[in-house]
Structures are given as C-alpha cells and as structure tokens.
C-alpha cells in the first residue's frame, strides 16, 4: 500500500508532507514492521534525529510527542480498488485481538492475520450498527431504509 495523501497534513503545529524525506523514512520502517505503537514510532523519531514531532524536556512532552504520533499514524489513507481506507489502524489490546498493547497495523498485516481480521471486521459491523441506530432518530420510511441499504449493498459489493 503507498500513501494516497496528496496535500501535506499539518496538525499540532507540524506539517507532514508525503514526500517529505523524515516521513517516507518513518513510514518505511513502520510498514516494514507491519505496524508500531505511536510510543514506537516516537523513539524512532527521537532515535532518528526528532524531525517528525516537536523536541523539549519533561513527561508532558513526552505524552505530547506520543499523541502527535498518533495524530501521524491516523493520517494517512490508501486507495486499494478504489476504495479509501486508513493506512494504519488502531487495534486495541483484549481478548478479542490477543494483544497484550495497543498498537497501529498495516491493513495488509490485519489482513493477513485471522484474529485481527476478524476484530477489524467486528469493528466495522459495530460502527455501522452504531450509525444505523442513529437514523431510527429521523423515522425513515420503508423506502428510505431500502434506498439506504441499496446504498450500503453498493458499497459492499461494487
């Protein structure tokens, strides 16, 4: 998978432009690894000479450097037939995913592992009952949920 960002992205203060040499070095090792925890991905920043996140002393910027890391692993997306999807994803530590951190992983590396698979598929079936639950709010007609679900179906199976 390579990056679909076409802008760079500038959140807290830091732009991270796509071809920018730090950030196409960062992303090689994390998709290298096949996925990291932002705490991870900021050592390997600060062990490679701090270009990604702001630099300071103290814990409360530690905890800030670890939060840019994740606003970092979160921004990047990926068209895969033609579909735009997260480059990286959070995958929580329980007995669902087996793992004992919560890290980011590559969708090839969830892909290729059946109990995350079957968690990321989980969590998408969540998400949308969630989202489906929200439009019992609007009292749709018969025909508006049937409009809704054709969409749904569409997306599923084009």
Same mark, same amino acid.
């Given at each position: ?10 959140? %807290? /203060? !830091?732009?991270?432009?796509? =071809? @920018? ?11 290298? #690894? ?14 490679? %000479? /701090? !270009?990604?996140?702001?630099? =300071? @002393? ?11 890391? #994740? ?88």
């Amino acid at each position: 998978m390579s990056s679909a960002v076409s802008a760079p992205v500038e959140i %807290g /203060g !830091r732009t991270w432009a796509p =071809d @920018a040499l730090p950030v196409r070095r960062a992303l090689a090792w994390i998709n290298k #690894r096949g996925g990291c925890t932002a705490e991870e991905l900021e050592a390997w920043d600060r062990q490679h %000479g /701090g !270009r990604l996140f702001e630099t =300071d @002393a103290g814990k409360g910027l530690h905890e800030w450097r670890v939060q840019q890391a #994740r606003l970092f692993l979160n921004s990047f997306r990926s068209v895969v037939n033609g579909m735009r999807i997260r480059l990286y994803k959070n995958v929580p530590a329980n007995e669902e995913t087996g793992l004992v951190e919560r890290r980011y992983y590559t969708g090839e590396e969830i892909s290729r592992t059946m109990r995350l698979r079957t968690w990321a598929v989980n969590d998408i079936v969540r998400r949308m009952k969630g989202l489906a639950s929200e439009l019992k709010f609007y009292k749709l007609s018969d025909v508006e949920r049937e409009n809704i679900l054709a969409q749904v179906r569409a997306e599923m199976f084009e």
